[in-house]
C-alpha cells in the first residue's frame, strides 16, 4: 500500500508550475517590502492596501462601486471594507484557531445581509449568495467537515510555502463556502490572513485581491472550478492563478 503523504500541502508544491509561481510571488512581495518609499510611508501603503483591497475585493463579486451607501451594491462594498480593516486584528487568531478567526470576521462582514442567528457560524442548509455563479454549494454537513478540515490543515506543521498554503485557504473556503453569505469576501481575506501569520507580508502592504481583480472574473471563476474538480492538474491552475495574483498585488502598490 502507498502511504498518505504527511505533508500533504508540501506534496503540492513539489509541481513544477506551481513552485516556479509561488516562488516568483514570493520575490515579488520580498521586494515591495524592501522598497524605501514604501518602508518611509508604512502607516500610508497599509491604510491604503485595506481600502484598494476591500474595494477590488467587493467588485469581483459585482459591487464595482465608488461610494457606501444603501444600495445592495454600496453595502457589499461596506462588508467587504469592514472585513479588511479588521483582518490585522485577527492575524495572531487564525494562526491557532482559523475557525475562531472566520466566525468572528464573518459575523462583522455579514452583518445586515443574513439572520442574526447565522452570523458567525457555518451554514445549515445548501443556499448560499453566489456571485460568481459558481452552481450549486455542497451540503452543509459536508462544508462543516471539509471547514474543519482546513482548520486542522491550516495549524499542522507544513514545509509548503505560505503563498501555497494561502492559496488552499483561499480556495476552499472559496469553493465550500461554508458561510450562507460572504465566503467569497472571506476566502479572499484569507489569502491576507496567512501572508501576514506566515512572515510573508507581516506589514499587510501588497493587494493580493487586486491581482485577483486584474487576472479578471472569468479567470478566477475557471481557476476555482478547476480546483473544483480536485485533479493534480486542476489544484495546480488554482495555486499558479493564486500564486500569480498575489505577485501583480505586490507590483500593483503605489505610496499615497
Known amino acids: 500500500m502507498f502511504e498518505t503523504p ?12 506551481v513552485a516556479a509561481a509561488t516562488l516568483a510571488a514570493r520575490e515579488e512581495v520580498d521586494a515591495l517590502l524592501w522598497r524605501r518609499d514604501v518602508r518611509a510611508a508604512s502607516v500610508e501603503v497599509a491604510s491604503a492596501s485595506i481600502q484598494r483591497g476591500a474595494r477590488d475585493s467587493a467588485a469581483i463579486d459585482g459591487a464595482d462601486v465608488a461610494l457606501v451607501d444603501d444600495s445592495p451594491m454600496g453595502r457589499v462594498l461596506d462588508a467587504a471594507l469592514r472585513l479588511t480593516a479588521a483582518v490585522p486584528t485577527q492575524v495572531d487568531v487564525f494562526a491557532t ?25 457555518p451554514r445549515t442548509s445548501a443556499e448560499v449568495d453566489d456571485p460568481l455563479n459558481l452552481g450549486p454549494a455542497i451540503p452543509a454537513q459536508a ?44 476566502a479572499r481575506a ?52 493564486h500564486a500569480t495574483a498575489v505577485a501583480l498585488g505586490a507590483r500593483a502598490v503605489v505610496v499615497p
Open 6 to 17: 504527511r505533508d500533504p500541502l508540501a506534496a503540492l508544491g513539489s509541481d513544477e508550475r
Open 97 to 121: 484557531a482559523p475557525l475562531q478567526a472566520l466566525a468572528h470576521l464573518h459575523a462583522l462582514t455579514a452583518h445586515g445581509f443574513t439572520a442574526a442567528d447565522e452570523l458567525g457560524r
Open 143 to 186: 462544508a462543516a467537515e471539509r471547514l474543519a478540515l482546513l482548520a486542522t490543515i491550516l495549524t499542522t506543521p507544513t514545509q509548503a510555502p505560505a503563498v501555497l498554503v494561502a492559496g488552499i485557504a483561499h480556495a476552499e473556503l472559496a469553493i465550500v463556502r461554508p458561510f450562507r453569505w460572504g465566503s467569497g469576501l472571506i
Open 190 to 241: 484569507a489569502t491576507r490572513l496567512v501572508l501576514a501569520g506566515r512572515g510573508v507580508d507581516p506589514s499587510l502592504f501588497s493587494i493580493p485581491e487586486h491581482g485577483m481583480l486584474e487576472s479578471g472574473r472569468p479567470a478566477y471563476v475557471h481557476a476555482l472550478r478547476g480546483y473544483a474538480t480536485g485533479t493534480p492538474d486542476g489544484v495546480a491552475d488554482f495555486l499558479v492563478w
